[in-house]
């Protein structure tokens, strides 16, 4: 064996006494074990992603092959049309805004002229096709002044509240560009040229720039934030994340509460009281469906639900890493998918609550499979296997939690996928914009318009007809929890 520096020889480790031999191959023996938990550790690190663990998919490396992160069963369908489902296809419109006729000149056969001969059938083809924008509309609006034939006071006539400058964009282009920026998050550079092209405005992108901030200042004047603020104190159950957000050269992060319908996003830090300036959750008294964060650990008015998707994708990567071992894991997740389907089978039969035999058996199983993986890893070393104790003695100390979706299956709170899927434009938008936001209040600015657009689009209302209505002067605002009926 070659010599390596700092390394004895054979021939002085053999000159060594007995005792300092010992001593030394003790030593050695020990950062040897360190090392290997240490290469174990950073091994089942390097494994996870976003499929296996908590962690967002924003964070999964982009030089890797994605593994499948649904956790669904999949199905036995074909992708595409399935047999015996109606099909869609462009039909014939009876009145085309133009009709060409194109009959033949002459015979295939003989070559005879067929000029005035009398048409024997005909096929019909459309093409539906776009035309280019016509240049946009200017309207003067001209506020004319006028004497008093009695006093002789001069009087000006007073225009509508929209016109304020001498030359401005009207209600429809703010809308059309805050759809494509803010809706659909486009850059502010594309949606100056897509408004070039495809509406004839010539507008810059500094203008664009600033549609957010007249769009938040007129939410904010509309009272919509705080209705869904008192529509989301009253209802049963809230969904709710949070997520980080680059901002002015730093980290901040954008909170959420939302239901199926209703969408309210604020920013802050992380703290307890940042995600209490959204002003829904003090004394909230219904049930919060939230990940594991601490944050949320002082509202102690709600009852909490653990998202089940989080725990599931935890329990995956154990299975992952050690299937031999990690028995248990794949058994407390089937258990977890048998306990949604009960609760999904009572919610379609309308009922409020599991059968307290059904109930029973299912939190039996729970802490006997919980028991079962923390004392299968108890006297392992292995990262695994540490990890492996953490996650069941997670599942034993917060039962309640985790579970809650059984004792409410009336309630759709098996997993928080409606904040995550909520929430997600702002790393949608923040990768648009180049990595971050270049202020606080353009951060904030964004999350007041995400929520009405968000809502709006939860109520079925086309986002474009919510911005119209915006700047138009008659802001939507939802009536309730859900729409009626």
């Known amino acids: 064996?070659?010599?390596?520096?700092?390394?004895?020889?054979?021939?002085?480790?053999?000159?060594?006494?007995?005792?300092?031999?010992?001593?030394?191959?003790?030593?050695?023996?020990?950062?040897?074990?360190?090392?290997?938990?240490?290469?174990?550790?950073?091994?089942?690190?390097?494994?996870?992603?976003?499929?296996?663990?908590?962690?967002?998919?924003?964070?999964?490396?982009?030089?890797?092959?994605?593994?499948?992160?649904?956790?669904?069963?999949?199905?036995?369908?074909?992708?595409?049309?399935?047999?015996?489902?109606?099909?869609?296809?462009?039909?014939?419109?009876?009145?085309?805004?133009?009709?060409?006729?194109?009959?033949?000149?002459?015979?295939?056969?003989?070559?005879?002229?067929?000029?005035?001969?009398?048409?024997?059938?005909?096929?019909?083809?459309?093409?539906?096709?776009?035309?280019?924008?016509?240049?946009?509309?200017?309207?003067?609006?001209?506020?004319?002044?006028?004497?008093?034939?009695?006093?002789?006071?001069?009087?000006?006539?007073?225009?509508?509240?929209?016109?304020?400058?001498?030359?401005?964009?009207?209600?429809?282009?703010?809308?059309?560009?805050?759809?494509?920026?803010?809706?659909?998050?486009?850059?502010?550079?594309?949606?100056?040229?897509?408004?070039?092209?495809?509406?004839?405005?010539?507008?810059?992108?500094?203008?664009?720039?600033?549609?957010?901030?007249?769009?938040?200042?007129?939410?904010?004047?509309?009272?919509?934030?705080?209705?869904?603020?008192?529509?989301?104190?009253?209802?049963?159950?809230?969904?709710?994340?949070?997520?980080?957000?680059?901002?002015?050269?730093?980290?901040?992060?954008?909170?959420?509460?939302?239901?199926?319908?209703?969408?309210?996003?604020?920013?802050?830090?992380?703290?307890?009281?940042?995600i209490d300036d959204g002003g829904v959750l003090p004394g909230y008294g219904g049930i919060i469906v939230r990940d594991g964060y601490h944050g949320y650990t002082h509202l102690t008015d709600a009852l909490h639900a653990w998202c089940a998707a989080h725990l599931l994708r935890d329990l995956k990567g154990l299975h992952d890493d050690e299937p031999a071992a990690q028995q248990w894991a794949a058994r407390m997740g089937c258990l977890l998918l048998h306990a949604r389907d009960a609760a999904a089978a009572a919610r379609a039969a309308g009922q409020d609550t599991l059968g307290p035999a059904v109930l029973e058996d299912l939190v039996t199983c729970y802490r006997a499979v919980a028991a079962d993986g923390l004392w299968a890893n108890l006297t392992r070393h292995t990262a695994t296997a540490r990890a492996a104790r953490a996650i069941a003695r997670r599942f034993a100390r917060y039962e309640d939690m985790i579970l809650r979706f059984t004792t409410c299956p009336g309630l759709d709170i098996f997993t928080n996928n409606e904040a995550e899927r909520t929430i997600r434009p702002v790393k949608v938008q923040q990768r648009s914009s180049g990595g971050c936001w270049r202020t606080l209040q353009g951060l904030a600015e964004f999350a007041i318009v995400q929520s009405y657009l968000s809502t709006a689009a939860k109520w079925d209302i086309s986002k474009l007809d919510a911005l119209r209505d915006l700047f138009n002067g008659h802001p939507w605002i939802p009536p309730g929890l859900q729409p009626a009926g």
């Open 1 to 274: 064996m070659p010599d390596v520096p700092g390394v004895p020889s054979a021939e002085e480790l053999s000159a060594l006494p007995h005792a300092e031999l010992a001593a030394r191959l003790a030593e050695a023996s020990r950062l040897i074990g360190v090392l290997q938990a240490r290469v174990e550790e950073l091994e089942r690190r390097t494994g996870m992603d976003s499929s296996n663990s908590s962690r967002p998919p924003s964070s999964d490396s982009p030089y890797k092959k994605p593994r499948d992160r649904s956790l669904r069963e999949r199905g036995k369908r074909r992708p595409g049309k399935q047999p015996g489902e109606p099909g869609t296809t462009m039909r014939l419109v009876d009145d085309p805004d133009e009709r060409l006729e194109f009959s033949p000149a002459c015979c295939r056969g003989c070559g005879a002229g067929l000029d005035g001969e009398p048409v024997l059938g005909q096929r019909r083809h459309q093409v539906t096709d776009i035309v280019p924008p016509p240049p946009p509309v200017v309207t003067e609006y001209v506020a004319q002044s006028k004497a008093c034939p009695c006093c002789g006071m001069v009087s000006e006539g007073v225009l509508p509240a929209q016109v304020r400058a001498r030359a401005s964009y009207g209600p429809q282009a703010h809308a059309l560009a805050a759809y494509l920026a803010c809706a659909h998050y486009l850059p502010v550079g594309r949606t100056a040229e897509l408004l070039g092209r495809l509406a004839g405005l010539t507008v810059s992108a500094g203008w664009v720039a600033g549609i957010r901030g007249k769009a938040a200042a007129l939410i904010g004047a509309s009272g919509f934030a705080g209705q869904v603020r008192d529509l989301l104190r009253s209802a049963p159950a809230l969904h709710v994340d949070e997520t980080p957000a680059r901002a002015a050269g730093g980290l901040r992060w954008v909170h959420l509460a939302c239901t199926a319908y209703l969408t309210l996003m604020h920013t802050g830090d992380r703290s307890g009281g940042a």
